[in-house]
């Protein structure tokens, strides 16, 4: 069983910043697609950043030039590096790992991330 684990959230004011670690039981080389996604109270998930196994990078146009997803094969580490933080950025960050063609998507627990105005 996949088990993807995610850390380093917290407490932090605007305008500062936080790094995001997921590190998954497997080798992330085996995945198509390792993706931070987050959920603030009473929204749906939402996709923030994804990177693919051969390293292009996405982001959402609210976090575009202030989050960079980064990942670490060797460490099977996968990482979110947040700056200029806002209160609206508050949410559950979780960390998914995706196989497209098995249509298998691993989640971990999340890690909560709140941003104080």
């Known amino acids: 069983q996949v088990q993807v684990v995610e850390s380093g959230g917290g407490l932090v004011q605007s305008g500062g910043s936080l790094r995001l670690s997921c590190v998954v039981s497997?080798?992330?080389?085996?995945?198509?697609?390792m993706g931070w996604y987050r959920q603030a109270p009473g929204k749906q998930r939402e996709m923030v950043a994804t990177?693919?196994?051969?390293?292009?990078?996405k982001s959402a146009d609210s976090v575009t030039g202030r989050f960079t997803i980064s990942k670490d094969n060797a460490k099977n580490t996968v990482y979110l590096q947040m700056n200029s933080l806002k209160p609206e950025d508050t949410a559950v960050y979780y960390c998914?790992?995706?196989?497209?063609?098995?249509?298998?998507?691993?989640w971990g627990q999340g890690t909560q991330v709140t941003v104080s105005s």
């Open positions: 998914n790992a995706k196989r497209v063609w098995t249509h298998n998507d691993y």
């Open positions: 990177i693919t196994r051969g390293g292009n990078a």
């Open positions: 497997t080798s992330i080389v085996g995945f198509d697609i």
